[in-house]
């Protein structure tokens, strides 16, 4: 039990594109999601907090203008990369709470981003 | 500029032996703290979890150890084989369901 899946596995883009990466949990409902960015030889780093029919919530320095996030549904968050840039080349790991209060995330395979 | 990648901790076991990993956490006010390993190219994988209100907790093959007066976390492995072969890190709950990880250390197990 508590699958997370992710779509694309990895995607490579131009400069200026954007990317759109979706998040599912498989076997169980999740209210909230997170979204974690993880450079090579890094620890996660946590981009922003999705909740199910709420605005997401940004840590300090994500700017969410450029990393829109969207959870639609108890089972899908989308993270879209607007106008990427090399710099924004990076492992996105998306993570997902069962519902009620638990506190244990589980995570998804992570998407591989390389802009070109 | 360029920038500089941290360079993680690293531990090398022989196969069948016991490894401990060990991890220091800040906020002396955390409750709930996991350990995940991740493998090369995927996402962290749950292994094992502790409230505050615990000092020891077992699972198959691994044991989490909390010292909540030193703020220090540890993961031990028993009969290490080459599949525990990745990188660790120790979260703890940032509040909020939030979770903060630790810089990791990658743990290889030699045959």
């Known amino acids: 039990g508590a699958v997370v899946s992710q779509h694309p596995s990895w995607v490579i883009c131009k400069s200026g594109t954007s990317v759109k990466i979706e998040c599912r949990s498989l076997?169980?409902?999740?209210?909230?999601m997170f979204w974690y960015r993880q450079f090579p030889k890094q620890s996660l780093m946590l981009m922003a907090t999705?909740?199910?029919?709420?605005?997401?919530?940004?840590e300090q320095g994500v700017e969410k203008d450029k990393f829109l996030i969207n959870h639609a549904s108890l089972t899908l968050s989308t993270l879209t990369v607007t106008s990427a840039h090399p710099e924004d080349s990076s492992f996105y790991i998306c993570?997902?709470?069962?519902?009620?209060?638990?506190?244990?995330?589980?995570f998804g395979p992570g998407t591989r981003l390389l802009v070109l | 500029g360029e920038s500089v990648g941290l360079h993680l901790p690293t531990l090398s076991v022989q196969e069948g032996d016991n490894s401990i990993i060990n991890c220091a956490y800040s906020?002396?006010?955390?409750?709930?703290f996991i350990w995940y390993k991740q493998e090369s190219g995927k996402g962290p994988q749950f292994i094992i979890d502790?409230?505050?209100?615990?000092d020891k907790r077992q699972g198959q093959r691994v044991t989490v150890l909390l010292n909540k007066t030193v703020k220090h976390l540890s993961l031990q492995i028993a009969a290490t084989q080459p599949g525990d072969s990745a990188v660790y890190f120790c979260?703890?709950?940032?509040?909020?369901?939030?979770?903060?990880f630790g810089q990791g250390t990658r743990l290889t197990i030699n045959p």
């Open positions: 993570s997902a709470v069962p519902g009620g209060y638990r506190e244990t995330q589980y």
């Open positions: 076997d169980f409902q999740a209210t909230t």
């Open positions: 979260a703890e709950n940032k509040g909020a369901q939030k979770l903060v």
């Open positions: 999705s909740n199910e029919g709420s605005k997401a919530t940004y």
């Open positions: 906020n002396s006010a955390s409750d709930y």
């Open positions: 502790i409230r505050s209100n615990m």
